[in-house]
């Protein structure tokens, strides 16, 4: 595993430029850089132990009171516990799309730094207006921690979505599976050419595809969530390999 600290370069290299520019070269390194950190899941904790008894890693989910509020209807949770920053959200908090007339709700946490820097988290959005109770619900969350494998098995995003057929979907996207669809259908792992070829067809590409439609930060939230997984990345492995950590995952 003398990888591991080149791997962790790379994904530093990428991760600086998508979070300065959001160019979108550099986006879909990040995703090929990330999907790398997955298929590392197996062999990390056995090289370097700390993966696996380390509750550094935390994630986040609604309240059952927010997702009883959505139950029903079109809705995107995406919740990021510390936050996400980037330098490039040229003044753009959250979009979504237009839901043909419908009354909707959507909202996210946010505070502008000092350095110039915005700090985004907890996406939220529901094709129905929401309650004042429930809209400050949202912007709190359920945390837990874990280590490095229940972090990636853990929810990056609790959606549902109307199929084709006019059916409502619901589905939970861990951040392995939205690391591994983005990279391999959107192009930073394979020709994205073949996206939606029975070649690289999977149950969760129509879900990653339909939120690319929400927008966070100035990015489609998919790439958003992945400057997060990245972000939480470039500060905990470092101490788990034994490195210095380094500065500009934050700055």
Do not use: C
Not at 3 to 29: F, G, K, M, P, W
Not at 47 to 60: D, G, I, Q
Not at 76 to 89: L, R
């Amino acid at each position: 595993m003398q990888t591991a600290t080149r791997d962790l370069e790379r994904l530093q290299r990428h991760y600086d430029a998508s979070v300065r520019s959001h160019d979108e070269i550099s986006l879909l390194d990040l995703s090929h850089s990330l999907r790398i950190w997955a298929d590392l899941k197996s062999q990390l904790p056995q090289s370097f132990p700390k993966f696996a008894t380390t509750l550094s890693f935390v994630t986040a989910r609604p309240t059952k009171k927010v997702l009883n509020a959505a139950r029903g209807t079109n809705f995107v949770f995406a919740y990021m516990p510390g936050g996400v920053v980037t330098y490039a959200a040229k003044g753009q908090i959250v979009g979504a799309p237009d839901p043909a007339g419908k009354d909707f709700t959507l909202a996210a946490v946010g505070q502008h730094n000092l350095d110039g820097s915005l700090e985004l988290r907890n996406y939220s959005y529901v094709e129905r207006a929401v309650d004042e109770p429930t809209m400050i619900a949202m912007q709190n969350s359920k945390v837990s921690s874990g280590n490095y494998l229940q972090w990636l098995g853990a929810d990056a995003v609790i959606m549902s979505y109307t199929q084709e057929d006019g059916t409502l979907k619901r589905v939970s996207i861990s951040r392995e599976m939205l690391v591994r669809r983005v990279a391999n259908t959107l192009g930073g792992s394979h020709p994205s050419v073949g996206a939606g070829t029975n070649d690289f067809e999977n149950s969760y590409d129509p879900a990653v595809h339909h939120l690319l439609r929400h927008n966070m930060g100035g990015l489609p939230l998919p790439y958003f969530i992945l400057l997060k997984i990245a972000q939480d990345l470039l500060t905990i492995a470092p101490k788990l390999l034994n490195l210095q950590p380094s500065n500009s995952a934050h700055n």
